[in-house]
């Protein structure tokens, strides 16, 4: 349907070929704060990228047997499935999407002996909006070659109310 509606508004078939083999690049976002998970989901949305958001590590396997996904970002400390017991999860199922671990403590010991969970960034909180970015663009460009959209959305300071509060 979108290809159809840029073909009457007058965009080129090869314009609209280009928009179907170059799909979004997909990322879940999980963190149990409803704050936070709001904020990097839209930021991320309104960067260009097709984003799904998870409550807990529970939700979030849901999602990871359902969907395929280009990036996982997730928070350490949750309920009932914790961001490692997460990781822990998809590698034992051989699933070797990265991951961005993100935290207000990162277990650096835990992480140091369990190098086989292939962790390929992490974002210490509270991180910038900019550093959220930045860290998503590398991780993606390393992993798939793709270039993902230059900077953040113009309007990223809008967003939300909980922008200061990340950013504090």
């Not at 508004?9 to 879940?28: D, K, M, V, W, Y």
């Not at 949750?78 to 070797?96: A, F, H, N």
Request: charged share 20%.
């Amino acid at each position: 349907m979108t290809a159809n509606k840029s073909l009457q508004t007058g965009a080129s078939a090869s314009a609209a070929l280009q928009c179907q083999t170059n799909p979004p690049q997909r990322i879940l976002v999980v963190d149990d704060d409803a704050d936070i998970r709001r904020l990097n989901f839209e930021v991320l949305t309104e960067s260009g990228y097709q984003v799904d958001a998870a409550k807990d590590g529970a939700a979030a396997w849901q999602a990871l047997n359902s969907s395929n996904y280009d990036l996982l970002i997730t928070d350490i400390n949750m309920p009932i499935v914790t961001g490692l017991e997460l990781v822990k999860k998809l590698r034992s199922e051989d699933m070797m999407l990265p991951v961005i671990l993100m935290s207000g403590t990162l277990p650096t010991e835990e992480l140091e002996l369990h190098p086989w969970l292939q962790i390929q960034a992490t974002l210490l909180k509270p991180y910038t909006l900019a550093e959220l970015f930045k860290t998503v663009k590398e991780v993606l460009g390393a992993t798939r070659g793709a270039s993902g959209p230059d900077a953040p959305p113009a309007n990223w300071q809008c967003l939300s109310p909980a922008v200061n509060r990340l950013q504090a």
